[in-house]
């Protein structure tokens, strides 16, 4: 550490608080960038541990940024780092020769282009180890100076995708690769210990033990879309509270976004099923039902003793992202709130990030997007999906009678239809069939009890049908 005086520092200083304003100076900064621009020039196994996270625009010399870009334009086509110093020359004279490179900005990279070929790159392992974080920082930097004139214009939405955008740089990279012979072990060890029963399932129970069975992850999956699918006014919503409440009961933080219903309705449909009280009654017995819902609330714990919890937001038909979801769960967050499930009533109603004149591109961004919260945040999500008019007459929905886009069946991990005809809603019963599923076998159908009118989905399963 040359030049650093070191007497400078004052003797109450730790050496750690000394060091961290020099770090954070000179982390990122021109040597180190013009390091990370050697390597992508000339070595080869750089540039495929690397691949995708660095870019031209990454690099604060214009210099430096037409060298990577020159040398990426190259790993594009060929997958290697050119051998040496003259193929460069030649691309360099390629640009000259076709008028794409001003002519002093040529003779000043061709100047140091010498510098990076003499630059030291002996310590490539510690700077492919920086390089996402590196690339993160710089595009936030970036990010920063874009939003500047949409703060003026108060475009809060587009301030939010650019740095949503620029956090989501690297983020691939920093995750661990898997090997799949090695982790045999552990993945054994895993096995017996839940059929033992000393590792509980992993799954967000339904409430109900005998379909938790019937899933793979004994349960809604976590990083999992799940999805119910049914006709119109066959008791999705419903469904989707029941199934919450049954999570909640069980100890989970629930998070509920209502896309059609109010907070009210929602509520009052979540007082009526845990006070087991009909909707049509719920004014005729209010301290009762504020007992029951109490009780309720006290009894659902978590693991460490602390109260679970189920959060409730309401936002306008079709106007819900899922960018504003994962904001939402963040504030959470920050309150020292983490969900376990996330449900949205319903994602047909959604809107998608960039509304297209394609109503199956728009389906399929909301689709693709909510299983990708699930997986980025380590939750289950559940969901609803409308059947088509053929479905709404079948006597069992199955997964080709999803409305409108049929990407929805490819991207959820497990659809559950909701069927009845006439003679079993008017005798309290109703059919759910397992119509697809990533991770298990299906077509196959449970048959159920309900109380539709106290907001109870399920009372009873009575079996296979």
């Not at 750089?46 to 037409?66: A, K, R, T, W």
């Not at 214009?153 to 690769?177: H, P, W």
């Not at 896309?259 to 301290?287: K, Y």
């Not at 047909?348 to 945040?377: C, F, Q």
């Amino acid at each position: 550490m040359s030049g650093v005086a070191l007497s400078a520092v004052p003797s109450t200083t730790s050496a750690a608080d000394a060091a961290e304003p020099l770090m954070s100076k000179f982390q990122f900064d021109g040597d180190f960038q013009s390091r990370i621009a050697a390597l992508t020039l000339r070595d080869t196994s750089f540039n495929q541990m690397v691949d995708g996270l660095v870019e031209p625009g990454h690099f604060e010399s214009e210099i430096e940024s037409y060298l990577v870009s020159l040398a990426l334009r190259y790993w594009s086509k060929y997958r290697k780092a050119p051998a040496n110093i003259g193929i460069y020359a030649m691309l360099l004279r390629e640009d000259l020769d076709a008028k794409v490179l001003p002519k002093a900005l040529g003779v000043a990279a061709i100047a140091h282009l010498k510098n990076l070929f003499e630059t030291d790159i002996s310590d490539r392992d510690f700077v492919v180890d920086q390089v996402a974080t590196f690339a993160r920082h710089q595009a936030m930097q970036a990010a920063m100076f874009k939003a500047i004139p949409k703060l003026d214009r108060n475009d809060f939405d587009g301030i939010s995708k650019l740095m949503q955008t620029a956090l989501n740089v690297g983020a691939n990279a920093e995750g661990d690769t898997y090997d799949f012979a090695a982790a045999i072990d552990n993945r054994t060890g895993i096995r017996l210990e839940r059929a033992s029963g000393k590792l509980p399932p992993q799954g967000i129970t339904t409430g109900y033990r005998v379909i938790d069975d019937l899933l793979y992850h004994r349960g809604w999956g976590r990083k999992e879309l799940s999805v119910l699918l049914g006709a119109a006014k066959a008791g999705k919503t419903t469904a989707l509270i029941d199934f919450g409440i049954g999570a909640w009961a069980a100890g989970h933080n629930v998070y509920y976004a209502s896309c059609e219903v109010s907070r009210e309705v929602i509520s009052d449909r979540m007082d009526a099923n845990i006070a087991e009280q009909a909707m049509m009654e719920l004014g005729a017995h209010t301290h009762e039902v504020r007992d029951k819902v109490r009780q309720f609330a006290d009894r659902a714990r978590r693991a460490d003793g602390t109260n679970a919890k189920f959060m409730i937001d309401e936002f306008p038909t079709g106007s819900l992202k899922v960018s504003e979801l994962r904001r939402r769960l963040e504030r959470f967050k920050q309150q020292g709130i983490v969900f376990d499930l996330v449900i949205v009533d319903y994602a047909d109603i959604m809107s998608p990030e960039r509304v297209t004149d394609s109503a199956i591109e728009n389906s399929k961004s909301v689709y693709v997007d909510l299983r990708g919260l699930a997986i980025r945040e380590g939750l289950a999500v559940l969901t609803a999906t409308q059947s088509n008019r053929i479905g709404a007459n079948a006597n069992v929905i199955k997964a080709e009678h999803v409305a409108e886009d049929f990407n929805k069946v490819r991207i959820a991990d497990i659809i559950i239809s909701i069927n009845r005809t006439e003679e079993e809603r008017a005798a309290g019963r109703a059919r759910l069939y397992f119509a697809a599923s990533r991770n298990q076998g299906g077509e196959f159908t449970i048959e159920i009890e309900q109380a539709m009118d106290r907001m109870k989905f399920i009372t009873k399963v009575l079996g296979f049908a």
